[in-house]
């Protein structure tokens, strides 16, 4: 047990803002260069406490900080620290410590994966939510700590580290022992075959299918140290109930398939983002030789034929495999809470070129999880979104959509106030002759605002005998064949023509507000 445990952060730990220390910000441009720092000073501890080797504890690929398809795209941050096959990357794994920095650097990228790390004298690495490390030991690390501080990071004692092992929920599965292999020969031989999932690190799976006594045999001995096994019934040939079974289903499955070449493939399916209507499912490969099988996923909902924690040499289950809610579970339950039309509020965060803002919405979990395009900031026009959604900005916004497969929720403000176009509309009738001002000009005519966030278009069109020109300077011409207005002129216009449902509306120029134009035509 430690008795010196530090949290170690970048931020602030008071006001959650970009760190000062001695009145001076981090000195890190990057989020690179943050985690670089982070790094460091986790290897000062780690050499202070002498550890050259680390012990990797509930390690996972993915599905601690998010969930997101995104991850898969840029890999789990393991490439070059282990095979690609993950092997050596397992619950019990003896690392070096290099490869111990390099997982801390791939948890505080949040590349996807995540495991606790210790030695077998006591210290520890964590990585938490809030891009902090949780690192302690059996001595008080003076001098790591002030190496930490030197390096702009902010260095605190605490009690102890929210992912302390004592604090594990976990699930009491039975040894995967002599018995265990006994019972599994048993129903290959009454049933034929079975499924054989292998869950080698958390959220992470391998498939075998046994027909027989010997394929038990030769895939027992290539099972990864520790691994979760469960066993299924055998996979079938016939799609159609497949398909089937994922029309029905309503919980969170992985749909295993097995190519006639005997590979494996799987995909997470009866999300709800997919629906009843999704297509995916009728992409089930079907042939000779294809089979599929519906795998539950939900603690609740699984109830396989047998089920094992792989032991240690000695016989004893050393693994502990904890069930806590991750933080991506928490935001997958604050997304599955959201329905579209729903009101939230939040605060914009980031942005993306012109194309929207990120919106930390107002719940523990709701960091980063809202979106905000562009079309849905304002009825108005803006010329830039610092204008109507600046960082910083608190926000009120109505829910369009929950993506599950990028855990992101689609946000409009304008839903929440008047469409400018139907109250215009309510009071406005095509033949109307309005007041308006200029705002812009296009090669094929001039827009003229008739009330905030309704705009109409003078349209010039090939033969008019009185075409409109755009001017940088306000002035009009004597009536005749051509007639010239400025941005910011105040005008009337005759409405031609109004199309709600495209948003249109063709005008007519009839003159200056001031008189100076000509009169309608």
């Keep these: 047990m430690a008795n010196f445990v530090y949290r170690i952060t970048p931020y602030d730990p008071t006001p959650r803002d970009l760190a000062h220390c001695g009145g001076t910000a981090v000195p890190?441009?990057?989020?690179?260069?943050?985690?670089?720092?982070?790094?460091?000073?986790?290897?000062?501890?780690?050499?202070?406490?002498?550890?050259?080797?680390?012990?990797?504890?509930?390690?996972?690929?993915?599905?601690?900080?998010?969930?997101?398809?995104?991850?898969?795209?840029?890999?789990?941050?393991?490439?070059?620290?282990?095979?690609?096959?993950?092997?050596?990357?397992?619950?019990?794994?003896?690392?070096?410590?290099?490869?111990?920095?390099?997982?801390?650097?791939?948890?505080?990228?949040?590349?996807?994966?995540?495991?606790?790390?210790?030695?077998?004298?006591?210290?520890?690495?964590?990585?938490?939510?809030?891009n902090d490390i949780y690192v302690g030991g059996t001595r008080p690390f003076a001098e790591a700590a002030a190496r930490a501080r030197r390096l702009g990071l902010f260095v605190e004692s605490v009690e102890h580290s929210p992912y302390d092992t004592a604090l594990d929920e976990a699930d009491d599965q039975p040894a995967a022992d002599g018995g265990f292999w006994t019972e599994l020969h048993c129903l290959v031989a009454e049933h034929g075959g079975a499924l054989l999932e292998e869950r080698y690190v958390a959220n992470a799976y391998?498939?075998?299918?046994?027909?027989?006594?010997?394929?038990?045999?030769?895939?027992?001995?290539?099972?990864?140290?520790?691994?979760r096994l469960t066993v299924w019934p055998d996979l079938t040939e016939d799609i159609e109930a497949v398909r089937d079974?994922?029309?029905?289903?309503?919980?969170?499955?992985?749909?295993?398939?097995?190519?006639?070449?005997?590979?494996?493939?799987q995909v997470r399916v009866a999300e709800p983002w997919m629906g009843r209507t999704d297509a995916s499912h009728l992409q089930i490969k079907a042939g000779p030789g294809c089979r599929a099988a519906l795998i539950p996923l939900e603690p609740a909902e699984r109830r396989p034929l047998?089920?094992?924690?792989?032991?240690?040499?000695?016989?004893?289950?050393?693994?502990?495999?904890?069930?806590?809610?991750?933080?991506?579970?928490?935001?997958?339950?604050?997304?599955?809470?959201?329905?579209?039309?729903?009101?939230?509020?939040?605060?914009?965060?980031?942005?993306?070129?012109?194309?929207?803002?990120h919106v930390h919405l107002d719940h523990e979990w709701g960091h980063g999880l809202g979106f905000l395009r562009v079309p849905e900031m304002?009825?108005?026009?803006?010329?830039?979104?610092?204008?109507?959604?600046?960082?910083?900005?608190?926000?009120?916004?109505?829910?369009?959509?929950?993506?599950w497969a990028w855990e992101r929720v689609s946000l409009s403000v304008k839903a929440l106030q008047p469409d400018p176009w139907r109250c215009f509309l309510d009071t406005h009738r095509a033949g109307d002759v309005v007041p308006g001002t200029v705002v812009k000009s296009v090669p094929f005519g001039v827009f003229v605002r008739l009330a905030p966030g309704v705009e109409g278009l003078v349209h010039v069109e090939e033969g008019d005998e009185n075409p409109v020109h755009l001017t940088e300077s306000a002035g009009l011409?004597?009536?005749?064949?051509?007639?010239?207005?400025?941005?910011?002129?105040?005008?009337?216009?005759?409405?031609?023509?109004?199309?709600?449902?495209?948003?249109?509306?063709?005008?007519?120029?009839?003159?200056r507000i001031d008189g100076t134009g000509p009169g309608p035509t």
């Design 378 to 403: 304002s009825w108005e026009h803006f010329d830039s979104v610092d204008d109507v959604a600046p960082i910083g900005r608190r926000i009120r916004a109505e829910v369009l959509h929950v993506d």
């Design 245 to 265: 079974a994922v029309l029905r289903s309503e919980r969170l499955a992985l749909l295993v398939e097995q190519a006639p070449d005997g590979s494996f493939s």
């Design 306 to 357: 047998l089920a094992g924690v792989l032991p240690d040499a000695d016989g004893v289950v050393r693994a502990r495999w904890r069930t806590n809610r991750t933080p991506a579970d928490e935001r997958r339950a604050l997304l599955g809470s959201l329905r579209d039309g729903d009101v939230v509020t939040g605060t914009v965060a980031s942005g993306l070129d012109d194309v929207g803002v």
């Design 206 to 227: 391998r498939w075998h299918r046994l027909t027989s006594s010997s394929q038990i045999s030769a895939v027992r001995k290539g099972l990864t140290p520790r691994g």
């Design 477 to 511: 011409g004597p009536a005749g064949p051509e007639r010239t207005v400025a941005v910011g002129d105040a005008v009337l216009v005759t409405l031609l023509d109004v199309d709600l449902e495209s948003r249109r509306i063709r005008l007519s120029l009839d003159s």
């Design 28 to 130: 890190y441009d990057t989020r690179e260069q943050v985690v670089a720092a982070c790094v460091a000073a986790a290897a000062g501890f780690a050499l202070d406490d002498g550890a050259d080797q680390l012990v990797i504890d509930n390690p996972m690929p993915e599905g601690f900080f998010s969930f997101s398809t995104r991850l898969a795209w840029r890999g789990h941050g393991l490439a070059g620290l282990f095979p690609r096959d993950l092997s050596g990357y397992h619950d019990g794994a003896h690392v070096p410590l290099g490869t111990g920095l390099g997982l801390l650097r791939a948890m505080l990228l949040r590349e996807g994966a995540w495991c606790r790390l210790h030695t077998e004298s006591g210290f520890f690495l964590h990585v938490g939510e809030r």
